[in-house]
C-alpha cells in the first residue's frame, strides 16, 4: 500500500511539472476602482470599512467599548494612587504640549478628510488620544478630570456609539445618502459622519482609559 501512496504522489507532482492550469477568460477587473466606484470616495479603505465590511466594523467599535467597560472594572476595587509621574522640566513640557498640537490637528484632518486621502476615523481617534495622553504627562491630573467632567465626555462618547450603530443599521438595510461629486468634501454619503463619529469615539474613550490609569497606576 506504501508504494501505491508514494506512486500517487510522484504521478501528482509530474501532473503539476508537466501540465498547465488553462488560463481563465474574463475581463480585467480592478477591485479598488470598484470600491471607489460603489462607495463613492477615493479612499478605498474607508469605503471597505464603511461599506463592504461594515458588520466588521461595528463589532470593533463595540469591541473597544467593551474593553473600556472592562478597564473600568478591574480598577475600580483599587485604591487611587497618591503618586503621580509626570514631566517637571520645561523643555519636555514645551515639546510635549507641541506635539499633542499637532497631534490634535491631525486627529481633525483625518476626521474629515478620512474618505478623500490616507486615514479615517481609527486614525484620528488614535492621534487624538496620542494628543489627550501627551497633555496628561504634562498637566495636573485634577485639571484633566475636571475638564473631563465638565464637558460632559462620558455622554458624548456614548452618544457616538450610538449614533454610528443607528447610521449603520440604516446604511446595512440598504439605505444610503447620495455619493456626491468623487473627490469633493462632501461626498461618500455616509461615510464622512462615520469616520467623524468614530474618531470621536475611539478619542474620548482612549481619555476615559488614561485618567482611569492615571488615578489607579499614577499615569500609563
Known amino acids: 500500500m506504501k508504494w501505491v501512496y508514494i506512486a500517487a504522489g510522484i504521478a501528482l507532482f509530474v501532473k503539476m511539472l508537466l501540465m498547465s492550469n488553462p488560463a481563465p477568460e474574463w475581463e480585467e477587473?480592478?477591485?479598488?476602482?470598484?470600491?471607489?466606484k460603489d462607495s463613492g470616495v477615493p479612499n478605498a479603505v474607508s469605503g471597505i470599512i464603511f461599506r463592504n465590511r461594515?458588520?466588521?466594523t461595528i463589532f470593533e467599535v463595540v469591541v473597544f467599548t467593551i474593553a473600556i467597560v472592562g478597564a473600568k472594572f478591574l480598577l475600580a476595587d483599587e485604591q487611587p494612587t497618591e503618586t503621580v509621574y509626570q514631566f517637571s522640566d520645561g523643555p519636555s513640557i514645551v515639546?510635549?504640549?507641541?506635539?499633542?498640537?499637532?497631534?490634535a490637528l491631525v486627529s481633525?484632518?483625518?476626521?474629515?478628510r478620512g474618505h478623500l486621502s490616507p486615514g479615517g476615523g481609527f486614525a484620528a481617534g488614535v492621534a487624538g488620544g496620542t494628543a489627550i495622553g501627551l497633555i496628561a504627562i504634562t498637566s495636573s491630573s485634577e485639571w484633566m478630570e475636571g475638564i473631563y467632567q465638565r464637558w460632559h465626555a462620558a455622554t458624548w462618547e456614548k452618544v457616538s456609539l450610538l449614533i454610528f450603530i443607528v447610521l449603520a443599521v440604516i446604511t446595512l438595510v440598504g439605505f444610503e445618502l447620495?455619493?456626491?461629486e468623487l473627490g469633493t468634501l462632501v461626498s461618500?454619503?455616509?461615510i464622512p459622519l462615520f469616520n467623524i463619529l468614530v474618531a470621536i469615539k475611539v478619542a474620548l474613550g482612549s481619555w476615559a482609559v488614561i485618567l482611569l490609569f492615571?488615578?489607579?497606576r499614577g499615569l500609563l
Open 29 to 36: 477587473i480592478s477591485l479598488v476602482e470598484s470600491i471607489v
Open 54 to 56: 461594515l458588520y466588521d
Open 95 to 103: 515639546l510635549a504640549r507641541l506635539g499633542a498640537t499637532i497631534a
Open 108 to 112: 481633525i484632518e483625518l476626521a474629515i
Open 178 to 180: 447620495p455619493h456626491g
Open 188 to 190: 461618500g454619503g455616509l
Open 214 to 216: 492615571i488615578r489607579y
